[in-house]
């Protein structure tokens, strides 16, 4: 399959996961709601297992030899970064602003990563990039103004949640991108990253004080699911990013914004609100997010 097909299929992944923690944070369908926290917590067990079994078979490739302590660190703090503190951010934005109006502001990821780019390269931004972000930050400006389904306080602190993921994001994924440079390989990479980021969620959450029926919510159906989906995602990004360059690769998997929408009118039933503000800023932010990637 080419590189643009896994990133088609990452987005469907992504947004998948999505759907599932609106799903479980707001209670779906006459169930308990589930904090956010705990479904990040599945996301990177999912993550130690699926990237472990992975990295078994890179390390009896010899992939271990190229790993070095520089590597390793940076792959450590970007999972950190973006892995447990995005996550987390992310999560409550879906809780608190919606599955798509939270995708939506998070793609102002493509802004904060390509800033750091520039700030780090010295390179000024072209013309069709500073097209891009103004379409980026028209896109959002209509998101945000969205009023269906708006309640004041929450979604203001979900804009926020999100804002601050979309730069975790940015930051964790520029740290993971400098340490592949030195170990080019993805899955010992995201292995090496979650066997830090899952104890410093464990640290944060400390599930050995939850009473016995809060446990039982790591079990349910749309938890697992939110966390399988968003590792499967991962994992077919990895697979698109080997074969065509990141700028498409990370184009089309910012289509999930859309796919957001669609999914959630279908699973979410009325639980997740937003009209044609929301449609028509998601399709400016992602048109503007790939001009920022391609300019």
């Not at 400390?206 to 699911?225: A, I």
Request: aromatic letters at 10%; proline letters at 5%; a positive charge.
């Amino acid at each position: 399959m080419s590189g643009e097909g896994y990133a088609l299929l990452a987005a469907f992944a992504f947004a998948l996961s999505t759907v599932f923690t609106r799903q479980f944070a707001v209670g779906s369908r006459g169930r308990p709601p589930v904090r956010p926290e705990v479904g990040v917590l599945v996301s990177l067990s999912t993550d130690l297992v699926l990237f472990g079994s992975l990295a078994t078979a890179e390390l009896r490739r010899g992939a271990g030899a190229q790993l070095t302590w520089q590597s390793a660190l940076l792959f450590m703090v970007g999972a950190v970064v973006a892995s447990m503190l995005g996550r987390n951010l992310a999560y409550v934005s879906v809780q608190q602003a919606g599955a798509g109006r939270s995708t939506a502001i998070r793609l102002c990821n493509t802004l904060f990563a390509a800033a750091v780019g520039w700030v780090w390269l010295h390179d000024l931004p072209r013309p069709w990039q500073v097209v891009g972000a103004l379409l980026i930050t028209t896109g959002l400006w209509l998101v945000v103004t969205e009023r269906e389904g708006w309640v004041e306080g929450a979604s203001w602190m979900g804009v926020a949640t999100a804002v601050g993921a979309a730069a975790a994001f940015a930051l964790g994924d520029t740290a993971r991108r400098a340490a592949l440079h030195v170990t080019p390989s993805p899955p010992l990479g995201a292995f090496v990253g979650v066997c830090a980021a899952l104890p410093a969620q464990l640290l944060y959450l400390r599930p050995w004080r939850w009473p016995r029926e809060f446990l039982r919510h790591v079990w349910r159906p749309d938890v697992l699911g939110s966390g399988f989906f968003n590792t499967v995602a991962l994992l077919l990004l990895f697979f698109a990013f080997q074969r065509t360059p990141v700028a498409n690769a990370a184009a089309l998997y910012n289509l999930q914004v859309l796919l957001v929408i669609v999914l959630g009118r279908w699973m979410l039933r009325g639980e997740d609100p937003g009209g044609g503000r929301l449609v028509l800023g998601s399709v400016l932010a992602v048109v503007g997010a790939g001009l920022v990637l391609w300019g």
